[in-house]
C-alpha cells in the first residue's frame, strides 16, 4: 500500500476564544472539547491510520516548542515552525513538498486542521481512508464535504458533480460563504461544507500548483528544499483559491461524522456535554433556573441563576460575559479594550 501521511495545520491564535486563548497559549492548544487540548486529541484521533513518524505538524514559528512539548510521540524534525504565514495553500504546498523530498511523489497526504472537533472518531478514520483510496486510484485532489446539519452561513459549500468511484463525486464547484437564503437552498439541494479536509498524492497536488499557482510555483522552484527561502518568497494564498478552485482533478466525498470547527465559544453547545437543560459547562460552575447557557470556568466559582444564551468565561480573574450571538464577534470587543486586558498573557 502506498505510504500515508498526515499533515496537520496548527498556526493561528483563536482570538475568538479571549479571554482564555492568547497569542502563547491559542485555540488549538486549549482543552476546550474535554480535557485534552485540541491539537493532541487531533493527533490521538489520527494514530491508528498513520504513525507518528509520519505526522507532519505546521505552525507558527513562536509556537514550535510549546506544540513540540504537547506531542512527545511526533519526532522533533516533524514540528514545522512556518516563519511567515503564507496562508493554508503555501503551508500544504510546504508540506507536500517536504512529504515528497521523504517519501516520494506517490505519497497520500492527509491533511487536516488541528482545531476541530470531531464525534465520530471511527467515522472520520474511515472517511479519510476512503478519500485515500479514491486519491491513490484517480489521481484526484479529494476533499471531504461534511453533510450540514443546518444552513451555516459561517462555511463554504461544495456542489457535487458527476458520479466517481467509491462514493467519490467531481466538484462542479466551490461556494463562498453564502446569505442565510442561499445556505437554506444549497442544503436542500445536496450541497456539502467545505471543511478544509483533503487526500492527495504529493506529486499529483505539487504538480498542480506548479502548473496553477503563481503564487507559491517560483517559490517552491527557488527554496530547493529550504524553508525559510520559501517562506520568505511565497505569496499568502489559500489553497480553495490558489489551487483547488483552478483545478480540474477535484473530487469530494460526503462525509457524516460529527464535525465541527470549533468557531466561537457559542459553538461549544454543539460539541460539549450538555445537561438536562441545555447549559455546556467547564469547572465549578453552578445553574439554577438556566438554560442554553455556555460557561467556562478557570480558578474560580461562577453562578448563574435565571438567565439563558449567556457565554461566562473566568480565567485568572478576568471574566467576560456576552451572548451566544454576540460570541461570534469578539474581534470587535478585543479590538475595543485597552491594551492591558487586551494583551493579558
Not at 521523504?102 to 471511527?122: C, E, T
Not at 442565510?180 to 483533503?198: H, K, P, Q, T, Y
Not at 528544499?225 to 494564498?237: I, L, M, N, S, W
Amino acid at each position: 500500500m502506498t505510504t500515508r501521511w498526515v499533515v496537520v495545520l496548527a498556526g493561528g491564535v483563536g482570538s475568538r476564544f479571549w479571554p482564555l486563548s492568547t497569542p502563547a497559549r491559542p485555540k488549538q492548544l486549549l482543552p476546550l472539547v474535554d480535557d485534552r487540548p485540541l491539537l493532541v486529541a487531533t493527533v490521538d484521533r489520527l494514530a491508528s491510520l498513520v504513525p507518528a513518524a509520519q505526522t507532519l505538524v505546521l505552525t507558527n514559528s513562536t509556537l514550535r516548542d510549546t506544540v513540540s512539548a504537547h506531542l512527545p510521540t511526533v519526532p522533533a524534525e516533524n514540528i514545522i515552525a512556518e516563519p511567515r504565514a503564507v496562508g493554508t495553500g503555501g503551508a500544504l504546498a510546504w508540506g507536500a513538498s517536504e512529504i515528497e523530498r521523504r517519501a516520494g511523489p506517490d505519497a497520500v497526504m492527509l491533511s487536516i486542521h488541528a482545531d476541530w472537533a470531531i464525534g465520530d472518531d471511527a467515522g472520520f478514520r474511515a472517511a479519510l481512508e476512503n478519500a485515500a483510496t479514491v486519491a491513490e486510484r484517480t489521481g484526484s485532489l479529494v476533499t471531504v464535504g461534511v453533510v450540514p446539519t443546518r444552513p451555516d452561513t459561517g462555511f463554504g459549500y461544495i456542489r457535487p458533480g458527476e458520479p466517481m468511484l467509491d462514493g467519490a463525486y467531481r466538484v462542479e464547484r466551490f461556494v463562498e460563504k453564502p446569505d442565510r437564503d442561499a445556505a437554506e437552498r444549497m442544503v436542500a439541494e445536496g450541497c456539502l461544507w467545505n471543511s478544509g479536509i483533503f487526500a492527495w498524492r504529493v506529486g499529483d497536488f505539487l504538480s498542480e500548483v506548479r502548473a496553477l499557482t503563481p503564487e507559491l510555483a517560483p517559490a517552491l522552484e527557488a527554496a530547493n528544499g529550504d524553508a525559510e527561502r520559501y517562506f520568505a518568497k511565497a505569496t499568502p494564498v489559500t489553497v480553495d483559491v490558489g489551487v483547488l478552485e483552478r483545478s480540474r482533478r477535484v473530487a469530494v466525498i460526503p462525509g457524516s461524522f460529527g464535525w465541527d470547527d470549533v468557531g466561537t465559544w457559542a459553538s461549544l453547545a454543539r460539541v460539549r456535554q450538555r445537561d438536562a437543560r441545555g447549559n455546556a459547562a467547564s469547572g465549578p460552575v453552578v445553574l439554577v433556573d438556566s438554560n442554553d447557557n455556555v460557561v467556562h470556568a478557570e480558578g474560580a466559582d461562577v453562578v448563574l441563576y435565571g438567565v439563558h444564551d449567556l457565554v461566562v468565561v473566568t480565567r485568572g480573574g478576568l471574566t467576560l460575559v456576552t451572548t451566544r450571538d454576540q460570541a461570534a464577534d469578539l474581534k470587535t470587543l478585543i479590538a475595543a479594550l485597552p491594551e492591558r486586558l487586551r494583551d493579558r498573557p
